[in-house]
């Protein structure tokens, strides 16, 4: 079983809607938990980066949310635009010597005009 | 500032061979981490390093391996290429422990 789950696989919104994207967790415990965007062909990029403590996150019209009792995440997109197509993917680091990342595969989303 | 730059981008290379690839990092940058990338595994950790030392590898077989250079470039290897190599590979940098900033990837086809 994967230790960091994403859902949905996909989705396909209207320009100008609103989405949200959901992250389902078992590592524990972790650093911090970002949500990357990686438009395709390219790396991904970081949107929002939480720690342990931290319940919420913004960065534009994008709002990451954490609910450590519950381990879940989820990433909000607001006013969604068309160069918001791209696939969003939940990243958890273990902290100490055994220090590394362990990925969602990611939920795909695409804006239609 | 120049991002992380990935060479080459695109390489295609048959069974049994062997391939390098590198990456150069932001500037100031001293950690450098590598990724492989496919459409059944999605994005899984390769190694990390710092300074010169790999801090810390994820498993995958002994053919991969990895270095990273005083000017903190970094370049991955792969011996004896299997198909299921075909793959993105992803560097990314970063100033201290964090390796946030990927570079567009080297696509690999193993042929």
């Known amino acids: 079983k994967n230790q960091v789950e994403q859902s949905p696989q996909s989705l396909i919104i209207l320009e100008g809607k609103n989405c949200t994207l959901q992250?389902?967790?078992?590592?524990?415990?972790?650093?911090?938990l970002r949500w990357y965007k990686q438009d395709t062909g390219r790396g991904p990029v970081s949107l929002t980066i939480m720690t342990f403590s931290e319940n919420t996150k913004s960065n534009g019209r994008y709002t990451a949310t954490l609910d450590a009792d519950t381990k879940q995440s989820s990433l909000h997109i607001t006013a969604s635009q068309l160069s918001d197509s791209a696939s969003y993917i939940c990243?958890?680091?273990?902290?100490?010597?055994?220090?590394?990342?362990?990925f969602g595969s990611g939920t795909q989303l695409t804006v239609l005009p | 500032k120049a991002g992380v730059t990935q060479t080459p981008r695109y390489l295609i290379k048959t069974r049994g061979q062997q391939v390098t690839l590198s990456c150069s990092p932001i500037?100031?940058?001293?950690?450098v981490s590598w990724y492989q990338q496919t459409p059944g595994q999605g994005l899984q950790f390769l190694f990390e390093y710092f300074s010169e030392t790999q801090r810390n590898k994820g498993n995958f077989p002994g053919r991969f391996s990895g270095r990273q250079f005083s000017n903190s470039r970094s370049e991955m290897n792969v011996s004896t290429l299997e198909l299921g190599d075909s793959a993105l590979y992803l560097c990314a940098s970063g100033r201290g422990e964090e390796t946030q900033y990927f570079g567009p990837g080297t696509r690999l086809l193993v042929l």
């Open positions: 990243v958890l680091r273990t902290p100490g010597s055994a220090r590394q990342l362990t």
């Open positions: 992250c389902n967790y078992t590592v524990s415990p972790f650093s911090n």
């Open positions: 500037s100031g940058h001293r950690s």
